[in-house]
């Protein structure tokens, strides 16, 4: 009784050895049947002969390993997941045993969470992307192409031909027959040595100052004027700023021609009623100062709508409150609009000046139509100069020579002007 007290101590002491496994006779391995007679030649002998002096402490640590494994073997979708469920094990033991073991399983079945599967590219897209990409980059010159194919048909060949004709000898003959002969810079030599060229280039160089002046002055008045009106007066003042914009130039040459007139124009008969006799009958375009009175008179008029309607767009985003608190602060209207509004135009008054500077330096259609450069050489500019040299000597060599002058004169005070406008900003 001492010996089996003392192994029971012991066994509850340490835990159980797992059972070797039994050799087989050589019988047993030469005759497979044998142990299929002798069944219980395999099993333990411990085992057999003491079943019942297991520990239940042994058997409450192998239920707890048991339990640590199920939970943390992976659990299907349709097992229960409480692992503490005996009602959930043998569920659990019964889902095993009907479905497919988990090494075996299809990706299908049991897809993984933790690698989805990376998309497949499309292929077939990208052509019609990069396509389309192309189209996209190549949009804003298809619709530009038009306007630039125009402009080198209608202004393009005309330059590169007068540029031509400027380094020929090109008369009335060659015109008829054709062959002109070349002659280099001759044309430029004998129009740069003409004392007359270089009074009409400062005439034209005075003529643009005081058109451009008058234009962007009374142009940047009434736009200021239209922001501080109301709705339905502005709507009238644009109504006529536009049609007056958009008159024909040789209809308003006429006008003015009917009310400048020394019999029966308007302007003489309102002078004289104001006590100007001295306009009683007075022939404007008689006179070289008053016809060129005139026409700048008429230029301006055509041009100042376009300034103002610009200026008048570009106004509207400057913002209230700048001007506000700039009121606020003391200024004044003067000290407004040179502090607060000019800087934020500058760029549209640079666009206004240059376009401007253009139109008034090539102007010709209005010169000729009311005056033909006179009285005298009173009203000729660079334009109507070539165009007479052209016309009433047939030398169109020469003619083309002014021309090209006329180009490079403007080019040179656009730069000129355009760099001095850059230098400004950079330095502000």
């Known amino acids: 009784m001492s010996d089996t007290h003392g192994t029971l101590r012991g066994a509850r002491g340490r835990a159980p050895e797992p059972p070797e496994p039994a050799t087989p006779p050589a ?62 094990r043998s569920t659990q033991r019964t889902h095993r045993s009907d479905h497919t073991p988990r090494t075996q399983q299809s990706p299908r079945t049991r897809p993984s969470t933790n690698h989805p599967p990376a998309p497949h590219p499309a292929r077939s897209t990208r052509p019609a992307r990069s396509a389309r990409a192309r189209l996209a980059a190549l949009w804003p010159y298809l619709l530009v192409a038009p306007t630039v194919l125009g402009a080198a048909l ?37 129009v740069l040595s003409d004392p007359e ?5 400062r005439r034209t160089l005075l003529w643009t100052l005081v058109n451009v002046v008058l234009i962007l ?46 019999r029966l124009g308007v302007v003489n ?47 509207l985003t400057v913002p209230a409150e700048l001007t506000e608190s700039a009121r606020m602060d003391g200024a004044g209207a ?20 240059c376009l401007e500077v253009i139109w008034v330096f090539r102007c010709f259609a209005q010169i000729w139509a009311l005056s033909k450069g006179g009285p005298g050489s009173a009203t000729t500019t660079l334009p109507v100069y070539a165009y007479q040299v052209a016309q009433a000597l047939h030398r169109y060599d020469l003619g083309a020579a002014i021309s090209t002058l006329t180009v490079l004169l403007l080019v040179g005070v ?10 400004q900003e950079a330095e502000s």
Request: glycine residues 8%; charged residues 15%.
């Open 334 to 353: 003067w000290r407004v609009f040179r502090s607060v509004t000019l800087p934020l135009l500058r760029p549209v008054f640079g666009l206004v000046l």
């Open 197 to 201: 060229f270089w009074r009409v280039v």
């Open 414 to 423: 656009l730069i000129a002007y355009l760099r001095s406008m850059f230098r």
């Open 27 to 88: 019988s047993a391995q030469t005759e497979p049947a044998n142990q299929t007679e002798h069944p219980d030649r395999t099993e333990p002998t411990d085992q057999v002969e003491h079943p019942d002096r297991t520990d239940p402490t042994d058997q409450t640590e192998q239920i707890g390993q048991t339990r640590q494994t199920r939970q943390t073997e992976p659990t299907d979708p349709t097992e229960p997941t409480d692992p503490t469920d005996p009602n959930a």
């Open 154 to 190: 209608l202004l393009g060949y005309p330059l590169v031909r007068n540029l031509v004709i400027s380094f020929q000898h090109f008369g009335m003959g060659e015109l008829i027959r054709g062959g002109a002969s070349g002659a280099g810079f001759g044309n430029y030599q004998e």
């Open 217 to 262: 002055g009374i142009g940047t008045l009434v736009a200021l004027l239209l922001r501080s009106l109301g709705r339905v007066s502005r709507t009238l003042v644009l109504s006529g700023l536009v049609l007056a914009w958009a008159s024909p130039v040789i209809a308003t040459t006429t006008v003015f021609q009917w009310l400048f007139s020394s």
């Open 269 to 315: 008969w309102a002078l004289t009623r104001l006590g100007l006799d001295s306009f009683h009958d007075y022939a404007w375009f008689a006179h070289g100062p008053a016809t060129f009175t005139v026409l700048v008179l008429l230029i301006t008029w055509q041009s100042v709508p376009f300034v103002a309607i610009t200026l008048h767009a570009a106004l």
